[in-house]
């Protein structure tokens, strides 16, 4: 994973992915870490090309990550060219081809096929500037006052089976939306 030189000012540490649950209702995972290494609720999980979603629950010896491109996440994200922002949110129909959809957009938003969406400075979880993924359609609401995207996440969950976990907390981890610009 090649994450380490993109994102130097993180602390990660690897895992394996040990089981699966791609069902109707969910696409959780299984990670071979957990609370005597140190993981908690809420770390971050990153792959090779960028956001994987959060740690939702923990024991001693594994952890469950719940994926952005579950109907239940839920990610404050931006382009990176523009900084117009938006929720990325898991969608049930999308998930099936590995996508995710962007809400909450600006009907004025300069937002184009092809940005680069990352994680925005919204919420409490996801420090800012995570490659997130990149819009593939875009859609104005039927209200005429907002937009959305399809994005193809940067991350292909299909062939996921190694995962870096950020080891702080996002009250306790640089901004990093810097990093990549120096």
């Not at 993109?6 to 696409?27: F, H, K, V």
């Not at 490659?131 to 006052?145: F, Q, R």
């Not at 190694?162 to 640089?174: D, F, I, R, S």
Request: hydrophobic share 35%; with cysteine.
């Amino acid at each position: 994973i090649n994450l380490k030189p993109r994102y130097p000012a993180l602390p990660l540490t690897g895992a394996y992915i040990t089981a699966t649950d791609s069902n109707n209702w969910s696409n959780d995972f299984t990670i071979s870490k957990g609370t005597d290494d140190g993981l908690q609720i809420n770390m971050v999980v990153l792959a090779d090309g960028g956001l994987v979603g959060r740690i939702y629950k923990a024991n001693k010896t594994s952890a469950l990550v719940i994926p952005i491109i579950d109907d239940s996440s839920s990610v404050g994200g931006e382009t990176k060219r523009t900084g117009d922002m938006g929720f990325v949110k898991g969608d049930l129909k999308l998930s099936d081809n590995g996508f995710c959809r962007m809400e909450n957009i600006d009907a004025d938003a300069d937002i184009l096929e092809n940005d680069e969406i990352v994680t925005s400075s919204l919420g409490e979880i996801y420090p800012p500037g995570i490659t997130i993924g990149h819009v593939k359609e875009i859609h104005m609401d039927s209200d005429g006052l907002t937009k959305q995207a399809i994005i193809q996440p940067v991350v292909n969950f299909r062939q996921l089976n190694t995962v870096l976990v950020v080891t702080e907390l996002m009250e306790e981890a640089p901004d990093i939306s810097q990093d990549e610009q120096t």
